[in-house]
Nanobody
Framework: QVQLAESGGGLVQAGGSLRLSCAAS????????MGWFRQAQGKEREFVADISASGGSVYYTDSVKGRFTISRDNAKNTVYLQMNSLKPEDTAVYYCAAARIAKQYDYWGQGTQVTVSS
């Protein structure tokens, strides 16, 4: 069982930055692939980025490439999403998720709201 808790969301102006954190419970965090997703109001949840268990492989959706960076610290059981050059269209609830098998997400956090004003 893995429990996830996101933090770091908030209100920021367009062009600004935020860093989201996702703290995981349990000693086996290091074996999970981790992902970030987001859901804007009235829209379906969409994939943002993921990172392999070792941190050696990362992947981003096209709309955030060059602006967002996913990373993890297995010693702290935490995965991060550094978001730069934020745009109003990045406004959404951001969720982290854990996958024992790549792309098959078993556990989800409660989400953190990110609002980007124009």
């Amino acid at each position: 069982q893995v429990q996830l808790a996101e933090s770091g969301g908030g209100l920021v102006q367009a062009g600004g930055s935020l860093r989201l954190s996702c703290a995981a419970s349990g000693r086996i965090f290091r074996i999970y692939n981790m992902g970030w997703f987001r859901q804007a109001q009235g829209k379906e949840r969409e994939f943002v980025a993921d990172i392999s268990a070792s941190g050696g492989s990362v992947y981003y959706t096209d709309s955030v490439k060059g602006r967002f960076t996913i990373s993890r610290d297995n010693a702290k059981n935490t995965v991060y999403l550094q978001m730069n050059s934020l745009k109003p269209e990045d406004t959404a609830v951001y969720y982290c998720a854990a996958a024992r098998i790549a792309k098959q997400y078993d556990y989800w956090g409660q989400g953190t709201q990110v609002t980007v004003s124009s």
